[in-house]
Nanobody
Framework: QVQLVESGGGLVQPGGSLRLSCAAS????????MGWYRQAPGKERELVAR???????NYAGSAKGRFTISRDNAANTIYLQMNSLKPEDTAVYYC?????????WGQGTQVTVSS
């Protein structure tokens, strides 16, 4: 199993930045892929960015050029650096781990972009 603990959400003005963190309970080398998803009110959960254990990444179109996913292997933590935030980025952001054919989720962290 994998436990995930997210942090770093909050309220930010349009154009601002936030960094989300997700700490895993096991070595992230053993996890096939980790990523960030988000769910806005009334919408389905969607992929934001993902990083695979060999280091490759992929991003949703809305995140490209603004968001960066990265990891700290020693800390078993992944990050999502979000720049140039827009009101439409407002959502609950969830950390995900795909491990041994199962998906594991964090509890979610709220990101609100508003003036």
């Amino acid at each position: 199993q994998v436990q995930l603990v997210e942090s770093g959400g909050g309220l930010v003005q349009p154009g601002g930045s936030l960094r989300l963190s997700c700490a895993a309970s096991r070595s992230i080398f053993s996890i096939s892929a980790m990523g960030w998803y988000r769910q806005a009110p009334g919408k389905e959960r969607e992929l934001v960015a993902r990083i695979f254990n060999e280091g490759s990444t992929n991003y949703a179109g809305s995140a490209k050029g603004r968001f960066t996913i990265s990891r700290d292997n020693a800390a078993n933590t992944i990050y999502l650096q979000m720049n140039s935030l827009k009101p439409e980025d407002t959502a609950v952001y969830y950390c995900n781990a795909f491990y041994r054919l199962n998906n594991y989720w964090g509890q979610g962290t709220q990101v609100t972009v508003s003036s």
